[in-house]
């Protein structure tokens, strides 16, 4: 199987309002690494992410042509989604879901703002960029380089997700932050990197998540630990040959079609 290349994206600079260059993943070094107060919730040359669409497109088309997966594109897989972007602000969605038994299905939403939305297995969403303000100072490459990262490691079989037993939120109170609360039940995920050492997870309240999605949501874990080892999800089944499926009812009004690889 062949290996996935980054698609070649013409460097372009960015200026300040004073006409200086922007060095984006450094812009605040001279400020000691700490950003001006009026750097925040701003968002300066939001255009620069432009190149994560081009990344984006160039996973899309390898994962659909290397792995056997059903691929279905069409805006009315928006509906489908919860946290899902307004439709009006969508570019495309895509959505690769693996044949084999226990694989995470992927989809990949390009927006205008420029962003990527990556939807995984049953809760896992994840943006890139993660944050465009000029305060954070986010590079398109390093946003590509996790992109690329967390797609790749869920393909692998390097993902877990996990929805805790239910229980309270309790209160405590903390001196100088008052009464906080509790997690209570949780959902948690984790990702693994195809070498086998760099992981990195994430864990949230479960009341933030809708009820009767939740409950679906442990439905198909517990599936997928019945039949995975560690309880991960399983890794995608390269493709042997012949072709994908493309289905773009929904948007064009097309019929499923079959398209060759």
Same mark, same amino acid.
């Given at each position: 199987?062949g290996?996935y290349?980054?698609?070649v994206i013409?460097a372009?600079e960015?200026?300040?309002?004073?006409g200086h260059?922007?060095?984006?993943?450094s812009?605040? %070094? %001279?400020?000691?690494g700490t950003?001006?107060?009026d750097?925040y919730?701003v968002?300066?040359h939001p255009?620069?992410?432009?190149?994560?669409?081009?990344?984006?497109?160039?996973?899309?088309?390898y994962?659909?042509s290397h792995?056997?997966?059903?691929?279905?594109?069409?805006?009315?897989l928006?509906?489908?989604?919860?946290?899902?972007?307004?439709?009006d602000?969508?570019?495309?969605?895509v959505r690769?879901?693996?044949?084999?038994?226990?694989?995470?299905?992927?989809?990949?939403?390009?927006t205008?703002?420029?962003?990527?939305?990556?939807y %995984?297995?049953?809760?896992?969403?994840?943006?890139?960029p993660?944050c465009?303000c000029?305060a954070c100072?986010?590079?398109w490459e390093?946003a590509?380089d996790?992109?690329?990262w967390?797609?790749?490691?869920?393909?692998?079989?390097g993902f877990?997700?996990?929805?805790?037993e239910?229980?309270?939120?309790?209160?405590?109170?903390?001196?100088?932050r008052?009464f906080?609360?509790?997690?209570?039940q949780?959902v948690?995920h984790?990702?693994?990197?195809?070498?086998?050492?760099?992981d990195?997870g994430?864990?949230?309240?479960a009341?933030?998540?809708?009820?009767?999605?939740l409950?679906s949501?442990?439905s198909t874990?517990?599936?997928?630990?019945s039949?995975?080892?560690?309880?991960?999800?399983?890794p995608?089944?390269p493709?042997r040959?012949?072709?994908?499926?493309?289905?773009?009812?929904?948007?064009?009004?097309?019929?499923p079609?079959?398209?060759?690889?």
């Open positions: 199987m290996e290349t980054r698609p013409e372009a960015y200026r300040d309002d004073e260059l922007i060095e984006y993943g812009r605040w %070094a %001279a400020y000691g950003p001006p107060e750097s919730s968002e300066d255009e620069r992410f432009a190149p994560l669409l081009a990344v984006a497109a160039a996973l899309i088309d994962l659909g792995y056997e997966v059903e691929v279905e594109e069409g805006h009315h928006i509906d489908e989604m919860w946290r899902a972007p307004r439709v602000d969508t570019l495309r969605a690769l879901a693996p044949t084999g038994e226990a694989c995470a299905t992927l989809t990949f939403v390009l205008d703002y420029p962003m990527v939305r990556v %995984a297995g049953v809760l896992f969403t994840e943006f890139y993660s465009g000029n100072d986010e590079r390093d590509a996790e992109l690329e967390q797609v790749f490691s869920i393909v692998g079989g877990s997700e996990a929805v805790s239910p229980r309270r939120a309790k209160w405590s109170y903390n001196r100088g008052g906080v609360k509790g997690m209570g949780t948690s984790r990702l693994r990197g195809l070498d086998g050492e760099s990195r994430g864990q949230s309240r009341e933030d998540v809708p009820r009767a999605l409950e949501a442990r874990l517990d599936a997928v630990a039949v995975s080892a560690d309880g991960s999800w399983l995608w089944s493709r040959g012949g072709a994908s499926r493309l289905n773009m009812v929904g948007d064009a009004g097309l019929e079609t079959t398209s060759s690889v």
